[in-house]
């Protein structure tokens, strides 16, 4: 089955930037969305950006438009998480996933089959 695992995240300064990686084994079907999420503790998964595995279609949430950027590499099977700008309230744990819907409508965790073990990033100010 596809498996997703995240890395990257760690403990950085508001204002600050951070990388994150999702590296991707065995999606086969080329048309799959993926896509990030976070979830802050006591709070619902959110959604926070989508790309086309096999385009270059991206969408953002409203929180992170304009400082994060959602990319891959398709060669080295990897989807990454630019994160620039952080602050306090970005501050959860970061899951990479994967859909077999389009990229269009793919922005509700309900949708994706796939999902990574997350990778931890906090924000201190």
């Known amino acids: 089955q596809v498996q997703l695992v995240e890395s990257g995240g760690g403990l950085v300064q508001a204002g600050g930037s951070l990388r994150l990686s999702c590296a991707v084994s065995r999606l086969t079907f080329s048309s799959y969305t993926m896509g990030w999420f976070r979830q802050a503790p006591g709070k619902e998964r959110d959604f926070v950006a989508t790309i086309r595995w096999n385009g270059g279609n991206t969408y953002y949430a409203d929180s992170v438009k304009g400082r994060f950027t959602i990319s891959k590499d398709n060669f080295k099977n990897t989807v990454y998480l630019e994160m620039n700008s952080l602050k306090p309230e970005d501050t959860a744990v970061y899951y990479c996933?994967?859909?077999?819907?389009?990229?269009?409508?793919?922005?509700?965790?309900?949708?994706?089959?796939?999902w990574g073990q997350g990778t931890q990033v906090t924000v201190s100010s």
């Open positions: 996933a994967a859909s077999p819907v389009t990229w269009q409508v793919a922005r509700v965790a309900g949708v994706y089959d796939y």
